[in-house]
Nanobody, 122 residues
């Protein structure tokens, strides 16, 4: 059973930086895609950044492009999200997701972590 544990969230002032981590375990395939998603109060959960199963192709939401960077360390089974130049509108619960197989982005039926809160004050 896949387990995903996010960490690194917190409170920061606008313009600051945070790095989220997602430690993954319990998966048996070397082919999977992973991603970061976020959900603010009253809004639907949506993708922030994803990395495809080829380990190379990445995709970002338009609102974070140029500010956020997704990466993964296969040796540590950990996914990262470096967030720079944070804005109040980036405040949300951030979730990590993993989907086994050949994929571009995790689907709603993927494995999900419990989330980590990011709060950006102006």
């Amino acid at each position: 059973q896949v387990q995903l544990v996010e960490s690194g969230g917190g409170s920061v002032q606008a313009g600051g930086s945070l790095r989220l981590s997602c430690a993954a375990s319990g998966y048996t395939t070397s082919r999977y895609c992973m991603g970061w998603f976020r959900q603010a109060p009253g809004k639907e959960r949506g993708p922030v950044a994803v990395i495809a199963s080829n380990g190379i192709t990445t995709s970002y939401a338009a609102s974070v492009k140029g500010r956020f960077t997704i990466s993964k360390d296969n040796a540590k089974n950990t996914l990262y999200l470096q967030m720079n130049s944070l804005k109040p509108e980036d405040s949300a619960m951030y979730y990590c997701a993993l989907e086994a197989g050949y994929c571009l982005t995790p689907s709603p039926s993927s494995s999900w972590g419990q989330g980590t809160q990011v709060t950006v004050s102006s």
